[in-house]
Antibody, heavy 119, light 107 residues
Framework: EVQLVESGGGLVQPGGSLRLSCAASGFTFSSYAMHWVRQAPGKGLEYVSAISSNGGSTYHANSVKGRFTISRDNSKNTLYLQMGSLRAEDMAVYYC????????????WGQGTLVTVSS | DIQMTQSPSSLSASVGDRVTITCRASQGISNYLAWYQQRPGKVPKLLIYAASTLQSGVPSRFSGSGSGTDFTLTISSLQPEDVATYYCQKYNSAPRTFGPGTKVDIK
């Protein structure tokens, strides 16, 4: 069974930093691209970042480019999102998701971790 | 960037009704379109990929169609457990944008 468990969320002040982790199990982590998707309170889904299976290719939405960095450690079956210069508009539940083997849609999702940006 | 729109933004229908949600891409995306269901307070769930392929375990009352710029998600007979927000997503290339969502509830 595919399991994705996010951690690292919490309360951070504007301008602060946070690193999210997503521990993966139940599949060969190193064979799959991964995504981060976020959802602000009461809002829709926003695609944030993606990384290829070997980490050689990454994507960041314009809204987070230069502030967030996606990475992965295939030896630890873990996906990361390093977030910096956090703003109020970054407050959201952050989901990690596994891309399908047949395309870059999100086949499996974690439960999410809440990031609150407030002074 | 390609923009994704959905209509309607919300709808209310009776149990057993046929429900159709439309998703439109601002440029052609072939069939690189997925649909997700997010029940209230829950995690999004993949329903359909490649515009019309039903994900394993998804009830057959859900179906998808379309190609290019216009896509539809159809629920053939609405059930109480289908109360949710439905999102489309393009995935042919980055950014893999989501539509704004369509909220479905029971009349």
């Amino acid at each position: 069974e595919v399991q994705l468990v996010e951690s690292g969320g919490g309360l951070v002040q504007p301008g602060g930093s946070l690193r999210l982790s997503c521990a993966a199990s139940g599949f060969t982590f190193s064979s799959y691209a991964m995504h981060w998707v976020r959802q602000a309170p009461g809002k829709g889904l926003e695609y944030v970042s993606a990384i290829s299976s070997n980490g050689g290719s990454t994507y960041h939405a314009n809204s987070v480019k230069g502030r967030f960095t996606i990475s992965r450690d295939n030896s630890k079956n873990t996906l990361y999102l390093q977030m910096g210069s956090l703003r109020a508009e970054d407050m959201a539940v952050y989901y990690c998701a596994r891309a399908a083997s047949s395309g870059w849609y999100a086949e499996d999702w974690g439960q999410g971790t809440l990031v609150t940006v407030s002074s | 960037d390609i923009q994704m729109t959905q209509s309607p933004s919300s709808l209310s229908a009776s149990v057993g009704d046929r429900v159709t949600i439309t998703c439109r891409a601002s440029q052609g995306i072939s069939n690189y379109l997925a649909w997700y269901q997010q029940r209230p307070g829950k995690v999004p769930k993949l329903l359909i990929y490649a515009a019309s392929t039903l994900q394993s375990g998804v009830p057959s009352r859900f179906s998808g169609s379309g190609s290019g710029t216009d896509f539809t998600l159809t629920i053939s007979s609405l059930q109480p457990e289908d109360v949710a927000t439905y999102y489309c997503q393009k995935y042919n290339s980055a950014p893999r944008t989501f539509g704004p969502g369509t909220k479905v509830d029971i009349k």
